[in-house]
Each structure stands twice: as structure tokens, then as C-alpha cells.
């Protein structure tokens, strides 16, 4: 039999998953796929001492079959990019850059990490990549730090006739510290669609710099470019910040860098959300960042399909300064998260992965237009990209409420802030809606119809409760809310049949995991 290796540990009568499965798979004549046989197998190692934690990975996908992914900033990774992740490149130190390191041993992390560079340099087409940010937070404090590298810590040595910062003296460490602090930074403001990492004031980045913010039209919702133009001159910052988490439309990356030319800023675009449109080539010209920006900034598990984490494209120029990412904000990098952006970025240069990426911003155009249709008001009038701002107040109802009645319904995604929402950040006034993952599933024009049908069935259908106890007593909650149970359970039939037909991970028999692990 297929696995006599495993008979004596634990005895005829008593199979492991894994050997049951092989066994009646070669018994009854199936296929044996190898992507769910690696996926059992690690599972079946990890339950031998952390059950618990088996459950949870095996009650996660369960979720996911049974409930619709919206949430913009999320996607299903391939299971070559899942299981790059598990191996013994954890268990390596590997601080520096490639084949530059202060540890030995690391001439395969070399390999690894400079072939994700090399791929990242072939799709974007950037002269510079870095792989170490665990996240993309983590990438925008290192294109910060080394912009003010660049541009106030050297000036500052020449200026003392000094060539590093452990040469100087007290009293001119506090000098230099003094500059650091005293930059400027010009960003979206949050509510406008920007991210907290641009200068949001419960966010560090607003402790390192004076940060300044440009809001979008109070009217179009559209970025005004001479009023961005108007600030910069203003203001002068020295980082001049484009991007976003919550914006529907392009962004004009070639305006943006004259802006900053005229004002001596250095050019900073943030494409955590976008970076898999632009390298599967949707996004290119005056809307490609690359092409345009000093330091690009992005997280690899969104659009880009990779594994949890970030990576910086840059000029040469910055690169040097990107490359001290440790030991200057980050610690040892992850060889077995940059192992697996390797694999991503692979998947990333196919024709099918294009197709993916235009197909992407076809059902975010086609949902945008089906939902303005059903009477549900969609910000700018419609999108440009994988996601879209839908406005919930016109149904007397927050964010918040929005986003739990359909998440009972079963579609998830997040409230969102509107630009200058009256509601703030926790309760909102609007949701984001995201088209990334249900694409990766192959969703297309008809299932979007019918998303959207759903959806504008339930926020309709939908009333905030009134507050009957404590202090609040009568007035209207913010949080809870009504909705007739038949619209519901009819909500969540027509969910439950979309989802039939495209189920996550196909290629995984839950099933028969949720029979060996969460029965036990």
C-alpha cells in the first residue's frame, strides 16, 4: 500500500488522514491532487500537537466557501504561494540584502530573494526592488526613512565634512535628529481615500513629519489637481504622497510628479491597492506610478495575488538608502514570505494572470453600473479600478449596519469613510466594495448583476433600531438594525446557490477535512 511507511507508527486500525485519503483515492481510481495532498499533509502535522489551530484554518476556508469576499484589499493566493510559505526558510536570519549580509549561511536566501527582485524589476519595470517589508505599513516607514536619508541625513554629513552618522558628535546628532523632524509631508487625506500611513494623526507617520493632507472635491469626489498644485507651493513638502485604500477612479501619476519637480519634493506613490493592475498592465501612461515616481511603495497580497507582505521599486538613487531597510526600521527579513512573492510574481508575468487583472476591473465597472441602476448611489459615478465607495445614508443607515446586515446576508466587506463623513471612522456612512477575490473565483457580468440585485435588496430592506435602554433610550442606534427575516433567509439562498458554482479552492475536499479535524 501507497504509505506502508507510516504502519508501524500507528497500526493498521488506526489510518491518518492523509493515508485514508490516498488510500481510497488509488482504491476507487480518482485523481490525487497534489495542491490538496500537500495542503492534508500539513495540516495532518500540524494536528499532531496544535488541533486547535487546525480547526481554526479548516473553520476559516468553511467561512469562505459561505460567504461571499468583498473586501477590496483581500484575495485567495494560490496554494503555491500558501505553501512557499511553510519551510525551513523561517528558521533563517538572513539581515542585510543579497549577497551582502551580516550572517553566513545565506547563500540560498540570496538565490531566492534576488530572483523576486529580478521579477519585480521585470514587471514594473523599475531600476530597483526591495523584498523585506513585512507588510505594506512597514514599506511606506522604510521609503520615508530612506528619502530622509537621501535627502536630509547626506546633505547634512557633507555639510559637517563627515561620512556617517556614528562620526558626529552630540551636540550635531542633535542637530541632524532636529532636521529629521522638521520635514514636511503632503498626502491624501484619509477620508478622501487616503491611508492612515500617509499622515493620518493616529498613525506614526504624522509623529515623523509635519503632515499636510489634499481632500478631494466636495462635490466631483475627483482629486483637484491645481488645488493639490496650490498646497504643494504652499506647503513644499519635501515627500509629495499620492495613492490610496478608498479612491475609484485613476490618478494622473504624471501631473502629480511636475507638481512635485516644481516644488523640489521627492515623488512617493503608494500602490498597495493597485499593484497588480499595473503589472498585469491595465494601468500604464500618465497612470502608471512606475514610471513616474521617485520611490514606489506596495503590499504584494491584494490585487497582486502574492503572499502577506510589502516590497519598494525605486530609483537607483534611493535604492542604496531602501536596501538599510534593516537595521534601520525593520529586523531580520522573513526568507519564507519573500520565497513566496517570488512564486506570486511568477504567477504574475502569465497571460492568464492579464486576463485576471482586466477582468478584475470589468466586474468592478460592470457592478459599479448595475448598482447605480437599482437606485444605490455610488461615489464618483462609478470606477476605474477593483473597487468602488457605495453611500448608505440615503437608506437612513450607517456603514456599520450596512456592513453587518450583509455580512448576514453573506457577503463581507468593510464600512468605509466618505469624504467628510458626518458619521467618522467607526460608524461611516459608506461601504467598499471590492472585486478582487470573486474574480479570482471567476465570477463575470452575470454574477455581478446578481451580487448587486442581492445586495441593494438588503440595504433597502434595512432600518436602524431605536436605543431602548440606558441613557441613549429613543434615539436611533448606530449600530443595530432590522431587517425582515424572509428578505434575509431569501438573501441568503441566492448567496449560498452563486457560491455553489464557485467555490474556493476547489481542489480541496472540505468535506472530508471537516470530518477528520473538526470531529475529533
Known amino acids: 500500500m501507497v504509505t506502508k511507511f507510516l504502519e508501524g507508527k500507528i497500526g493498521m486500525n488506526h489510518r491518518s488522514p492523509l493515508e485514508s485519503f490516498l488510500d481510497k483515492s488509488i482504491s476507487e481510481g480518482n485523481d490525487i491532487n497534489p495542491g490538496f495532498i500537500a495542503y492534508l499533509a500539513s495540516l495532518e502535522q500540524i494536528n499532531s500537537n496544535s488541533p486547535e489551530v487546525v480547526k481554526s484554518i479548516v473553520q476559516e ?190 490618478i494622473n501619476f504624471r501631473v502629480f510628479r511636475e507638481i512635485a519637480d516644481e516644488v523640489g519634493a521627492v515623488f512617493m506613490v503608494d500602490m498597495a491597492h493597485f499593484s497588480g493592475l499595473v503589472a498585469g498592465g491595465l494601468f500604464v501612461d500618465d497612470n502608471d506610478p512606475v514610471k513616474h515616481a521617485h520611490v514606489v511603495t506596495s503590499t504584494t497580497h491584494k490585487t497582486l495575488r502574492g503572499p502577506r507582505g510589502g516590497m519598494i521599486l525605486s530609483t537607483n538613487e534611493l535604492g542604496e538608502h531602501v536596501d538599510k531597510g534593516c537595521p534601520l526600521v525593520l529586523g531580520g527579513p522573513l526568507p519564507h514570505a519573500i520565497a513566496s512573492k517570488a512564486v506570486a510574481f511568477s504567477e504574475a508575468k502569465t497571460n492568464e494572470f492579464k486576463e485576471y487583472t482586466k477582468n478584475i476591473v470589468v466586474n468592478s465597472k460592470t457592478l459599479a453600473k448595475r448598482f447605480m441602476n437599482l437606485g444605490v448611489e455610488v461615489l464618483t459615478g462609478g470606477t476605474d479600478n477593483h473597487l468602488m465607495l457605495i453611500d448608505v445614508t440615503p437608506f437612513k443607515i450607517t456603514g456599520r449596519q450596512a456592513e453587518s446586515v450583509l455580512r448576514d446576508a453573506g457577503i463581507t466587506l468593510n464600512r468605509n469613510s466618505l469624504p467628510f463623513d458626518v458619521n467618522g471612522p467607526w460608524y461611516t456612512s459608506g461601504l467598499r466594495i471590492g472585486t478582487p477575490a470573486i474574480t479570482t473565483l471567476g465570477m463575470a457580468e452575470a454574477e455581478m448583476n446578481e451580487i448587486s440585485e442581492i445586495a441593494a435588496m438588503v440595504l433597502k430592506n434595512t432600518i436602524p433600531e431605536t436605543i431602548s435602554k440606558g441613557r441613549k433610550a429613543g434615539n436611533i442606534s448606530k449600530a443595530k438594525y432590522k431587517i425582515d427575516q424572509s428578505v434575509l433567509n431569501k438573501a441568503k439562498s441566492r448567496i449560498k446557490d452563486l457560491l455553489k458554482s464557485f467555490p474556493v479552492y476547489p481542489e480541496i475536499d472540505l468535506d472530508y477535512l471537516k470530518e477528520k479535524f473538526l470531529k475529533q
Not at 519595470?125 to 512597514?138: K, L, T
Not at 554629513?157 to 552618522?165: P, Q, R
Open 61 to 250: 476556508l468553511d467561512d469562505q466557501r459561505s460567504n461571499l469576499k468583498m473586501i477590496a484589499s483581500e484575495n485567495f493566493s494560490s496554494l503555491a504561494v500558501q505553501l512557499a510559505q511553510g519551510n525551513l526558510f523561517t528558521d533563517k536570519y538572513a539581515e542585510g540584502y543579497p549577497f551582502h549580509r551580516f550572517y553566513a549561511g545565506c547563500d540560498n536566501v540570496d538565490t531566492v530573494e534576488s530572483n523576486a527582485v529580478d521579477l519585480a524589476k521585470e514587471i514594473f519595470g523599475c531600476e530597483h526592488a526591495y523584498m523585506q517589508p513585512h507588510s505594506g505599513a512597514d514599506a511606506n516607514l522604510v521609503a520615508y526613512w530612506a528619502i530622509l536619508s537621501s535627502r536630509v541625513q547626506n546633505p547634512y554629513l557633507n555639510s559637517v565634512g563627515k561620512k556617517d552618522v556614528s562620526a558626529l558628535d552630540d551636540s550635531e546628532w542633535k542637530e541632524l535628529r532636529t532636521a529629521f523632524g522638521n520635514q514636511r509631508i503632503l498626502g491624501m487625506d484619509y477620508y478622501s481615500g487616503g491611508h492612515l500611513t500617509h499622515g493620518y494623526r493616529h498613525n506614526v507617520s504624522s509623529r515623523m513629519f509635519e503632515a499636510h493632507s489634499y481632500s478631494v472635491d466636495p462635490k466631483t469626489k475627483l482629486i483637484d489637481y491645481s488645488n493639490v498644485r496650490e498646497l504643494a507651493k504652499r506647503i513644499r513638502p519635501l515627500i509629495m504622497l499620492a495613492g490610496y485604500s478608498a479612491y475609484p477612479r485613476h
